[in-house]
């Protein structure tokens, strides 16, 4: 009999925290069996109320009259897996919808990571992946027959479906890689210890593919790095985010929802403080309430909650709805799921190959003393706003316009009114709203003759 697994690697210093979450949540622990080196221990919903059909009171004349009013139940599951030897080597097996549940306390990115050593990346049918530069922030691409290397400049990979390298061992099954990984194998629960053993076998070989992803940072940068997001936060830098769909474990969760929001912290001294912010969160709203409490001191404190009439109420960490780049030492760290990470070297490596294909014209270099005698002149001149006297780019700009018969519109910024009501102007460069008018004109027409676009 094949049983699907959707497993997830726990990290050692949060399976209290676990506990304590399964529990808080209504998952009761039930038998704790024992085989092959491993506590299998099973907790399991027993009293579920059920949740409120939303549709029910808008449709409640279409019903009979005996109908009583109805209650969507959903039972889940999680079994828990320690090895007796190893106790810092535990494992979970997701059931139902406890995977909301786990990715405070599980390796992220576990899945992925695996995949690295034991994956066929010609048979990839399916990738999801997340861009930290450019307009597109999220992607996820369907595929007949892959092609092996086919990474975008700005990709990271955190979602794939493909089958295992070696099929004698993993079989010829797809496999789902993400933060977890989930396949069907003919195995019983108790034989699971066989797949443990399997998966941190596959750890000791080489990487037989390349990814480009993230890795995750170490705990003391990570502690840096969050006291600087607080900082960057109040100055109103950084942005706040909704994503319009996401990764719980290998699930790809789409958000169909518009949601009323509110802003929770705790203070230094453990008080609650909270701000609602209606039906829209950005940068600003966050950036306020951070400034009118100062004694806010730590960013893992503060949360969001989303309010929706079929939904509920559900809260998220702060840092899971940041996108905020912040270069420490000489690294360059993002958040993702709420927790730092860095580039790997393949990403690099693919990003730099993009960066080597621009083509560079060289034309006439800036003479110096040519600019040494304009800036002379310039500071003798000077104007009042005038501030572009050491700017050499202002020189040379001027120079090629008054060479060329160009017009110069760098700098010159044009007011464009938000659309939102409190929201402030936007500045944009009229140099570079043309040159992005320009680009996306090209591609429009390249993309009518049917030309694949390489970047």
């Not at 998952?27 to 099973?42: H, I, M």
């Not at 279409?62 to 959903?74: G, M």
């Not at 691409?141 to 089958?163: C, P, R, T, W």
């Not at 829209?280 to 004694?295: A, C, R």
Request: net charge negative; proline share 2%; hydrophobic share 35%.
């Amino acid at each position: 009999m094949t049983n699907t697994y959707n497993i997830y690697k726990v990290k050692p210093t949060k399976i209290g925290q676990l506990k304590e979450k399964l529990k808080s949540v209504g998952l009761v622990e039930q038998k704790t069996l024992e085989k092959d080196g491993y506590l299998k221990t099973f907790y399991f919903s027993e009293k579920v109320e059920g949740n409120e059909v939303w549709w029910w009171k808008t449709y409640r004349d279409f019903f009979n009259e005996n109908i009583e009013e109805p209650k969507n139940i959903f039972n889940f599951a999680v079994l828990v897996c320690q090895n007796t030897a190893e106790p810092e080597r535990i494992f979970a097996v997701s059931l139902g919808k406890s995977h909301f549940y786990l990715s405070k306390f599980i390796q992220l990115d576990f899945g992925i990571d695996l995949a690295l050593h034991m994956a066929d990346e010609s048979s990839i049918l399916l990738k999801k992946s997340r861009y930290f530069t450019g307009t597109k922030r999220q992607d996820v691409s369907s595929y007949q027959q892959f092609q092996v290397n086919n990474y975008e400049a700005g990709e990271s990979v955190d979602h794939i479906k493909l089958k295992a390298a070696n099929k004698t061992v993993w079989g010829n099954r797809n496999i789902i890689f993400a933060d977890s990984i989930q396949m069907d194998m003919d195995k019983q629960p108790m034989h699971l210890p066989e797949i443990f053993e399997i998966i941190e076998a596959s750890f000791k070989d080489d990487r037989i593919i390349h990814l480009p992803k993230l890795e995750s940072a170490n705990s003391d940068i990570a502690n840096d790095l969050d006291i600087q997001a607080l900082t960057h936060l109040r100055d109103g830098e950084g942005s706040v985010g909704i994503d319009q769909f996401h990764v719980n474990g290998v699930s790809i969760c789409f958000s169909f929802h518009d949601y009323d929001y509110a802003i929770k912290a705790k203070n230094s001294e453990g008080k609650l403080l909270s701000k609602q912010l209606g039906n829209t969160i950005g940068t600003e709203e966050i950036s306020e309430f951070l400034v009118d409490n100062p004694d806010i001191d730590n960013i893992n404190n503060v949360t969001v909650q989303f309010k929706n009439e079929e939904t509920g109420r559900f809260t998220r960490s702060l840092k899971e709805l940041l996108d905020m780049p912040i270069v420490w030492g000489d690294q360059q760290y993002f958040l993702k799921n709420g927790e730092w990470f860095f580039f790997n070297q393949v990403f690099m490596e693919y990003l730099k190959r993009s960066l080597s294909g621009i083509e560079i014209v060289l034309e006439e270099k800036l003479i110096e003393t040519e600019f040494t005698a304009w800036q002379a002149n310039k500071r003798a001149n000077r104007k009042a706003g005038d501030d572009k006297v050491d700017y050499r780019e202002a020189y040379f700009n001027q120079k090629i316009c008054s060479e060329r018969g160009y017009t110069l519109l760098d700098r010159e910024l044009t007011a464009i009114r938000s659309l939102e009501r409190k929201r402030r102007d936007y500045q944009v460069d009229s140099c570079r709203s043309l040159l992005q008018r320009r680009d996306n004109i090209r591609k429009d027409l390249k993309k009518e003759a049917g030309i694949n676009l390489q970047h």
